[in-house]
């Protein structure tokens, strides 16, 4: 997401920023001088006026404001908005969802108040035009009416192994959370009034191969129960297992379920 971010600075899509400074520690680091560090090493070497460092360490001390965009893997970003802080940043644009725990979290914010830093973490699909749309078609069904919200990613088995190692804190927190986003923001979903919730994410692939089912990511994070040739349920052990209304074809809703007290 970081060369995401970096290219909308560049091609000018948010007029007040400047980019100045990219902290790349992969591909200036374990990777640097491989051809699998060639493409960064291209657009390094494309924007001569924006500095590369390996670590925030190497950054030049902040004089006046400056905003830090943290998008790094989920379990270092309370690290790194330390030393973003510690460096002199004013302010800090933290993406989702922040850290792995709640209590990072906390401790994140007590740090930032301290220091007098605004934290912002913004979530894209709650101003997005799809989302506005389904509102209002629900508001204009009236009572009784609902929307189901689907999330998908474009990851192939091949890309599962990295996909989970690099979001170990899992699809709840890293992929749902901006589903959880919208029922907190326009459905007043709170951790203290939900009744009963259930974790079973249902996700399109083409066939459940034995590969597939042999991963470690697989093996370690939950059991997997064939649903049918196309969708499989991933279900945490020992933490829920799919209530039997739910139904099991792709035309129903996915992750989260939940009921309001």
């Not at 374990?30 to 560090?37: D, F, H, Q, S």
């Amino acid at each position: 997401m970081g060369w995401y971010h970096a290219h909308n600075i560049l091609e000018g899509l948010c007029p007040s920023a400047r980019l100045t400074d990219v902290v790349e520690p992969h591909f200036m680091g374990a990777v640097l001088g491989t051809p699998a560090a060639e493409p960064f090493a291209a657009f390094a070497n494309a924007h001569p006026g924006v500095r590369f460092h390996k670590s925030v360490a190497d950054m030049p001390a902040v004089d006046g404001a400056k905003v830090a965009l943290l998008a790094g893997r989920t379990a270092d970003n309370p690290k790194l908005l330390e030393a973003v802080i510690a460096k002199g940043c004013t302010t800090v644009y933290l993406e989702k969802p922040g850290a792995p725990s709640v209590e990072e979290l906390e401790s994140m914010q007590e740090l930032a108040v301290q220091k007098g830093v605004k934290v912002y973490m913004g979530y894209n699909k709650n101003v997005t035009k799809y989302v506005a749309a389904a509102l209002a078609k629900e508001a204009e069904a009236g009572e009784g009416a609902s929307t189901a919200f689907y999330h998908n990613n474009t990851y192939t088995p091949d890309k599962l192994e990295e996909c989970f190692e690099r979001n170990a804190e899992g699809m709840l927190k890293n992929m749902a959370v901006h589903e959880l986003a919208l029922l907190v923001t326009f459905y007043g979903v709170r951790s203290d009034n939900i009744e009963e919730a259930w974790s079973c994410a249902i996700a399109p692939v083409c066939r459940v191969t034995e590969e597939l089912q042999q991963m470690p990511c697989m093996r370690g994070s939950g059991s997997m129960r064939r649903l049918s040739d196309h969708v499989v349920a991933i279900v945490r052990a020992g933490v829920c297992s799919a209530p039997s209304n739910i139904p099991t074809d792709l035309a129903s809703p996915m992750l989260p379920w939940c009921r309001l007290r």
